[in-house]
């Protein structure tokens, strides 16, 4: 996974929220980009979490991006990233 991939998705217009894949498995959401931050140099970013942890990410750790749209009833998830 590089990071344009993941800024990409972050700054799109408008925002669709979305899932992160990680390598040991955890998936961490992003439902907003105000609840994401990328540290200088773009390898590492910080996701807030609703119960107030955050997340801090190695870029090169995440194995896949999942976009999650708003208005999709059956819960049909699309994939933006393969597994790497």
Wanted: aromatic residues 8%; charged residues 25%; glycine residues 8%.
């Amino acid at each position: 996974m590089t990071s344009e991939k993941l800024h990409d998705l972050y700054s799109a217009r408008p925002f669709q929220r979305f899932i992160i894949h990680l390598a040991d498995g955890r998936e961490i959401p992003v439902p907003h980009p105000e609840w994401m931050m990328f540290m200088p140099g773009g390898r590492t970013v910080y996701v807030a979490r609703p119960d107030t942890t955050v997340n801090l990410i190695d870029v090169f750790l995440i194995t896949d991006l999942e976009l999650r749209p708003a208005g999709n009833p059956k819960g049909r998830k699309r994939r933006i990233a393969g597994r790497t």
